[in-house]
Nanobody
Framework: QGQVMESGGGLVQAGGSLRLSCTASGSDFAAHAMAWFRQVPGKSREGISCLPHDSIPRTTYIAGYVKGRFTHSRDNSKNIFYLQMDNLKPEDTAMYIC????????????????????WGQGTQVTVRS
């Protein structure tokens, strides 16, 4: 199974951009869907995106409130999952957490915690007005 680790968070002005990276160990990275979640202290974790193991467009998911601003991608040769965040808003401030799915694809209800085998520690994103 290995482990998952995020990087790339930081403090940014509204309208700016950040690129988050999720590195995963283990030889089976390419066989599993990857997802980004975000969480504000005291509130529930929410799913942001899910990308199947083979990046099939019809089964990828991006939350409506970030669609058009966030894009995701993966490099299976390097075991890296990316989240490019553009035009950031103060409401995007959160801890961003990467997770590896137990499954190769993303279902209609992909963001169930029990469907993910490995979670990262998170990287903080703070957006100032």
């Amino acid at each position: 199974q290995g482990q998952v680790m995020e990087s790339g968070g930081g403090l940014v002005q509204a309208g700016g951009s950040l690129r988050l990276s999720c590195t995963a160990s283990g030889s089976d990275f390419a066989a599993h869907a990857m997802a980004w979640f975000r969480q504000v202290p005291g509130k529930s974790r929410e799913g942001i995106s899910c990308l199947p193991h083979d990046s099939i467009p019809r089964t990828t998911y991006i939350a409506g409130y970030v669609k058009g601003r966030f894009t995701h991608s993966r490099d299976n040769s390097k075991n890296i999952f990316y989240l490019q965040m553009d035009n950031l808003k103060p409401e995007d401030t959160a801890m961003y957490i990467c997770a590896q799915s137990r499954f190769p694809g993303c279902g209609n209800n992909w963001d169930r915690p029990g469907d993910f085998s490995t979670w990262g520690q998170g990287t903080q994103v703070t957006v100032r007005s």
